[in-house]
């Protein structure tokens, strides 16, 4: 490598641990970004493993912070956070340790409230319709079928 490639690489390596600093990235995004540069893959998996020694990328913490920022902000589900996080080519492990730092308590808490929310904007008075609505709802925004029938069934059973 000449000194000119070793000064091009720190430069590199560099904006990488700037980018870092500014949010949670995980590996995938930095080698995709790196690809951007043009960057050969042996030399990308060498700024990738500084990056990683540097504790500048951390993919069990970038997946732990996607999930509660997805989960408060967006109000995904879980099914949409893992499905997310597997798309970034997470290890399973990770996204497991993501979704398990979510609490149940307000996982459904929040299932509640948003389709009690939805349920208000709902002008169908057919309650299969209804009921068939607010389910697709829920599983278009991650929530597992099984606790959006039965947080409905509660909704429902208390709006009559």
């Known amino acids: 490598m000449s000194k000119k490639d070793s000064k091009a690489n720190s430069e590199i390596i560099q904006r990488m641990q700037i980018l870092c600093s500014k949010r949670e990235r995980c590996t995938s995004e930095i080698r995709k970004k790196l690809a951007g540069y043009n ?82 904007k709902e002008k169908s008075s057919d309650t299969y319709m209804l009921k068939s609505k607010l389910m697709r709802f829920g599983q278009s925004k991650g929530f597992e079928t099984e606790l959006v029938f039965n947080i409905l069934d509660e909704i429902l059973s208390t709006k009559r």
């Open 39 to 120: 960057i050969p893959a042996q030399e990308t998996e060498r700024i990738i493993e500084i990056l990683l020694k540097d504790n500048f990328i951390n993919d069990e913490r970038y997946a732990i912070s996607f999930a509660h920022d997805k989960f408060r902000f967006n109000k995904w589900g879980r099914i949409k956070i893992e499905y997310q996080l597997k798309r970034f080519g997470l290890g399973d492990n990770y996204i497991l340790k993501a979704l398990g730092s979510i609490d149940s308590n307000e996982y459904l808490n929040m299932i509640k409230s948003e389709l009690s929310k939805k349920l208000k």
